[in-house]
């Protein structure tokens, strides 16, 4: 079966703070592309990155870095010296079988 | 220049109508979609199109039904609209199905009374 399990449902830091938002998905198959899309309060949502699973090499992208572990299913979002306008729902999804599967988000507060 | 565009952003409503929303894309994309987002934030996928064709049609009653006129719109049409339907509807486009960079809409808030 397929899922994605975001573990961490709220998490809150001061800013500066480092933080890793934690995905870890569920797949039988060997062809699956992976996201992560942000929902700041104002609700509009925003793509972030996608990976397809024969691309393991971590990416960064200024403040925020991106850790695929295919050994433990994992796809980790970290964001480096977090801001004020960091604050977020944070998603991330699964893609196989032509169909998406969603995390539950984790709401990011981060805090002056 | 709005790439991906709903109408109308907020929609209130009786048990029992119907009620359309609008979606149009001028990024000249080939699948568009459409997303449920309930109150607790979860996110659902509700259908999606890939050139006029419906690839995913996830389990959704069937008083929701996509309509695409042409590449560049997907429109929601709901039948005997239900409290549960109450949610915040997001449409959205990529290039390709799935694998591409989603572009979404501002989303519509429909609230049924």
């Known amino acids: 079966a397929q899922k994605v399990t975001q573990a961490q449902t709220e998490i809150s830091v001061v800013e500066k703070e480092d933080v890793t938002l934690d995905c870890v998905y569920e797949t039988r198959d060997t062809t699956y592309y992976l996201f992560w899309y942000k929902q700041p309060p104002s609700g509009e949502l925003v793509f972030l990155i996608r990976r397809n699973s024969f691309d393991e090499q971590n990416e960064i992208s200024g403040r925020y870095s991106w850790n695929f572990q295919k050994s433990t299913s994992s796809f980790n979002f970290t964001i480096t010296a977090s801001q004020v306008v960091d604050s977020a729902v944070y998603f991330c999804?699964?893609?196989?079988?032509?169909?998406?599967?969603f995390g539950s988000g984790t709401k990011l507060n981060v805090k002056p | 220049d709005t790439a991906v565009s709903q109408t109308p952003k907020y929609l209130v409503t009786q048990m029992g109508n119907d009620k359309s929303i609008k979606c149009e894309q001028n990024?000249?994309?080939?699948?568009m979609y459409w997303y449920k987002q309930d109150s607790k934030k979860f996110l659902k996928i509700m259908f999606s199109?890939?050139?006029?064709?419906?690839?995913i049609n996830e389990t959704v009653p069937n008083r929701f039904s996509p309509k695409s006129p042409d590449k560049a719109h997907l429109n929601l049409h709901i039948n005997s609209l239900e409290l549960g339907d109450s949610a915040v509807y997001f449409c959205?486009?990529?290039?390709?199905?799935?694998?591409?960079?989603?572009?979404f809409g501002p989303g519509t808030r429909l609230t049924v009374l």
């Open positions: 199109y890939n050139n006029k064709e419906l690839i």
């Open positions: 959205a486009s990529s290039r390709g199905h799935g694998t591409d960079t989603q572009y």
């Open positions: 999804a699964l893609y196989n079988f032509n169909k998406f599967y």
């Open positions: 990024l000249g994309h080939d699948t």
